[in-house]
C-alpha cells in the first residue's frame, strides 16, 4: 500500500502497519492532548451494533464503537480512524463528546510513528499483535 495523507486530518498519513493491515502514522509531531480524528461512521442503534460486533469479530476486526448507551458508530462504513491499530501500551485515547468520538493524543507522538489506541473491549478474546513489551496477548 502506498502511504497517504488523510482526507480527514492533514496530521496523519494512512499506510501498511507492522501491527495489523492498514495503520495510521503521524505526519510531524503531534503534542499531547491533540484532538487528531474523529471516528466516524454509520450511527446505528446499539442492538445493531452488537449484532454487526459479533460478525465482525469473527472477521478478526473491530470497527463498532459504542458511543452510549443507546447508539453505536459502525466504523466499518467511516473514515481513516477506523484503521488506528490496538495497542495494550497506546499513544492516543479516544473520548466521547457532544455525541461524537475524537481520537486524541495520550502524550507526544513522533513523527513517522504509528497511532494506537486501547480498545478496551474487556473480553480479551482476540490475538494481539500490538508488539508492546506490556502486551497481554489477547484484545
Same mark, same amino acid.
Given at each position: 500500500?502506498?502511504? &497517504?495523507?488523510?482526507? =480527514?486530518? +492533514?496530521?496523519?498519513?494512512? /499506510? %501498511?502497519?507492522?501491527? !495489523? ?17 474523529? *471516528?466516524?461512521? =454509520?450511527?446505528?442503534?446499539? /442492538? =445493531? $451494533?452488537? &449484532? ?6 469473527? !472477521?478478526?476486526?473491530? *470497527?463498532?464503537? +459504542?458511543?452510549? +448507551?443507546?447508539?453505536?458508530?459502525? $466504523?466499518?462504513?467511516?473514515?481513516? +480512524? ?11 485515547? *479516544? %473520548? ?10 495520550? &502524550?507526544?507522538?513522533?513523527?513517522? =510513528? %504509528?497511532?494506537?489506541?486501547? *480498545? ?10 500490538? $508488539?508492546? /513489551?506490556?502486551?497481554? $496477548?489477547?484484545?
Amino acid at each position: 500500500m502506498i502511504a &497517504r495523507v488523510s482526507k =480527514e486530518s +492533514a496530521l496523519i498519513l494512512v /499506510k %501498511e502497519s507492522k501491527i !495489523q493491515g492498514t495503520g495510521v502514522f503521524a505526519r510531524a509531531l503531534i503534542p499531547k492532548g491533540t484532538v487528531i480524528i474523529e *471516528y466516524t461512521g =454509520e450511527r446505528i442503534s446499539t /442492538k =445493531e $451494533g452488537l &449484532r454487526r460486533d459479533k460478525i465482525q469479530k469473527q !472477521q478478526g476486526k473491530f *470497527y463498532v464503537f +459504542a458511543l452510549n +448507551a443507546q447508539w453505536s458508530v459502525d $466504523g466499518a462504513t467511516g473514515g481513516d +480512524a477506523r484503521f488506528i491499530n490496538h495497542s495494550c501500551n497506546p499513544n492516543c485515547k *479516544y %473520548e466521547r463528546k457532544d455525541g461524537k468520538i475524537w481520537i486524541c493524543a495520550l &502524550r507526544d507522538i513522533k513523527a513517522g =510513528e %504509528e497511532l494506537t489506541y486501547d *480498545y478496551e473491549d474487556g473480553k480479551k478474546e482476540m490475538p494481539c499483535n500490538c $508488539g508492546a /513489551k506490556n502486551c497481554f $496477548g489477547k484484545m
